[in-house]
Structure formats: structure tokens, C-alpha cells
């Protein structure tokens, strides 16, 4: 062996899980989602799983996004928050 390489470990050093997850490595990342559209105070969230979430806002908000739901995304299958 070359006197310049350094020694192979017998064992191979163990990792730890935990540290590699992508929200320990970024953790100002937040995995919500994004915001599709505004209704009020009502917000349409597309997850990274591809679902659609309605958060917040009050009743006339909710009804005003399922009209527009219904009117120009009617494949969409809302979850509401």
C-alpha cells in the first residue's frame, strides 16, 4: 500500500438517519405546499402529492371557491380545512 493513501476502515462507519432527512438538512423548508388561488381569506393549497386542500377562511369564502371550483376545475377533489 502507497504511504500517501490512508488506511480502509475495518468497519464502515455508521449514519445516522435522522441528520439526513430533508427537513433536519433544510429546515426553513416547509413542506405545505403551494397556494393556487385566494378566495378571501380562504387559500387553495396543491400539496407535493398532487392533493388540493381549502384553508381557511369563512363559509361566503368557501362557497365562493367551490363555485369557481365547479365552474373552471371541476375534476378537482377539494379537501377542506
Known amino acids: 500500500m ?3 493513501c490512508p488506511p ?3 468497519t464502515i462507519p455508521r449514519v445516522n438517519i435522522e441528520t439526513c432527512k430533508i427537513r433536519n438538512i433544510f429546515p426553513d423548508h416547509k413542506v405545505e405546499g ?3 388561488a385566494a378566495w378571501g381569506e380562504a ?5 407535493w ?4 386542500e381549502l384553508r ?6 368557501h362557497i365562493a371557491a367551490r ?3 365547479s365552474l373552471f376545475w371541476h375534476e378537482a377533489v377539494v379537501r377542506e380545512i
Open 8 to 10: 480502509i476502515p475495518a
Open 2 to 4: 502507497d504511504s500517501r
Open 49 to 52: 402529492d398532487g392533493g388540493l
Open 67 to 69: 363555485e369557481w371550483l
Open 43 to 47: 387559500k387553495l393549497v396543491k400539496h
Open 56 to 61: 381557511g377562511g369563512s363559509r361566503n369564502d
Open 34 to 36: 403551494e397556494v393556487i
